[in-house]
């Protein structure tokens, strides 16, 4: 365990997807690897937070509630439960459901507003820029490819030409730079580290944080502008600034913000859990790494702890899109082959640090191989096994760990700690190849056919079955607790010789069916 990041109270938090669309298998794969860093850590004994939410302002909603005739809170608390339905859907453990539209969520942007205003670090100016509507973001010439921008290249930029309130990003220039020099492993994964160092060390351009309601009413409303004898709420924050709040409003930021709801003086979770950890996509690496560091900065409250960027999920080498036809539905795969199945894949098959590539064809080889007859298999076999020769029971045995338990162990932390999902996942199916190679060198059943004593070699594959099974736990929570039921224990010790002698084993149904041809 990374001695640096090693708190008893944990806190961890996926970016707020835009409730524009339906959850896409990007935003699944993000929300996985968080709740297998939350599970794992509950494991380690830590009390944890794991927040998510949806992401309710801002121009692209006001648009698709306006083109569907309604009003823009309806779209969002229909789209809001549909995201909110993951956790069923791909068996989340989720501690925090945060809406932007929430009031003390809108309350909390507010006085993080009021404390950058008396930062001085919020200013008025007229401005023109292009802007992309899908990112949100306003776009230089440099960052656009034939003119158009290279996340959303179907969308016209627009230009906005207005007067707004800017946000003094470029004051925080040398702060950040000096920041992640303190911190060498703010950003993980390195590449992504150097990416927005870079980005920062170009110059910092101050942003804008507001718009005229006129033009687009849904969002925030700027606070102050009644006292200054402006038409109320006549400017709403940009939907950035807005947004990046949540990861402490959730945490009940300010006290005042949900007091003021009838609900629970929460502030003293901010307390604890503040600064947490935060995972993102690429596309965010700026926002995150650097517009939110330096809005912490300005607020006077404590950056980040560290941020895992993770890359995109592509469709048989393409980036997905409506009009290619390409999209993965989440919800379609979880149903079709199960959420352990996506999950592991998800976690196992897509690189940690980069793009991965989903296809049915390399989801159904990949679920085979490691599911069907890796950890079903060998199940399957060590159950069978304890069964015939051992009456179903754990056999009384020598218990000496031929396995080097703790070396697994450290590694398999060591790598969840760095966020590196697929390296956690191969050395547990090498343990699975072990056992299994274990099974066919030593053939028990010819073993027991002569007359000799098996139960030192079955106790070893079921204590090396129990392993397996909390390994997994934070990865496949279904089929893990499936494991552990069948062979009898709910002891989740990283230690050797846990599974308890004369434990009473139960053969279930088959884990991981094979497909259908």
């Keep these: 365990m990374n001695a640096e990041l090693r708190t008893k109270n944990y806190y961890i938090t996926t970016t707020l997807p835009y409730v524009n669309a339906k959850p896409h298998i990007g935003f699944a794969l993000e929300i996985i690897q968080a709740d297998v860093l939350a599970r794992y850590h509950v494991l380690l004994g830590d009390e944890v937070v794991f927040n998510t939410g949806t992401d309710e302002h801002g121009l692209k909603i006001y648009r698709k509630a306006e083109e569907l005739g309604i009003s823009p809170q309806t779209y969002c608390d229909e789209w809001a439960g549909k995201f909110d339905a993951l956790k069923k859907t791909l068996n989340l453990s989720y501690t925090s459901f945060v809406r932007t539209t929430d009031k003390h969520h809108e309350k909390a942007a507010q006085k993080f507003w009021e404390l950058c205003l008396a930062n001085g670090d919020i200013y008025k ?79 910092l351009q101050d942003f804008s944080i507001s718009r005229i309601k006129e033009k687009m009413p849904w969002g925030v409303p700027v606070p102050g502008e009644e006292e200054s004898g402006l038409p109320a709420g006549r400017q709403v924050m940009y939907v950035w600034f807005d947004a990046l ?127 069907v007859n890796g950890v079903g298999n060998l199940t399957a076999r060590i159950i069978t096994l304890l069964e015939k020769y051992s009456e179903s029971k754990v056999p009384t045995a020598d218990k000496t760990d031929l396995w080097q338990i703790h070396t697994f162990w450290n590694t398999y932390s060591d790598y969840l700690d760095e966020y590196n999902f697929e390296n956690s996942i191969k050395i547990i199916n090498n343990f699975v190849g072990k056992l299994d190679t274990l099974i066919s060198n030593e053939k028990p059943w010819e073993k027991a056919k002569n007359g000799e004593d098996i139960s030192g070699l079955l106790y070893q594959l079921a204590e090396g079955l129990r392993h397996i099974a909390v390994a997994l736990l934070p990865i496949i929570p279904e089929s893990a607790e499936k494991i552990l039921e069948q062979l009898g224990t709910s002891d989740l010790s990283h230690d050797w010789g846990k599974l308890p002698e004369s434990g009473i084993i139960k053969k279930g149904e088959i884990l991981f069916p094979r497909l259908e041809k």
């Design 125 to 203: 100016k007229n401005y023109q820029v292009n802007y992309c509507v899908g990112c949100e973001l306003e776009k230089t010439d440099s960052e656009l490819v034939d003119g158009k921008c290279p996340v959303h290249p179907n969308l016209d930029l627009e230009i906005i030409d207005e007067e707004n309130y800017f946000f003094k990003f470029s004051k925080y220039q040398e702060p950040l730079l000096e920041m992640y020099k303190a911190n060498p492993n703010f950003v993980v994964p390195q590449h992504r580290f150097n990416e927005i160092t870079k980005f920062v060390e170009r110059g």
């Design 245 to 371: 709040v949540n990861y402490i409003s959730t945490l009940g930021w300010p006290s005042s913000a949900k007091a003021t709801e009838g609900r629970p003086d929460n502030e003293s979770n901010f307390e604890k859990f503040w600064p947490g950890i935060q995972v993102a996509g690429k596309d965010n690496l700026r926002q995150q790494t650097a517009m939110w560091q330096a809005m912490l900065m300005s607020a006077g409250l404590p950056t980040s702890k560290q941020v895992f960027i993770h890359g995109f999920v592509t469709s048989e080498g393409q980036k997905m899109s409506k009009s290619l036809g390409n999209v993965v539905d989440p919800f379609e795969i979880a149903e079709k082959y199960g959420v352990d199945a996506l999950r592991y894949y998800l976690l196992g098959a897509i690189p940690s640090y980069d793009d991965g590539d989903f296809s049915i064809e390399r989801f159904e080889e990949f679920y085979t191989a490691h599911l």
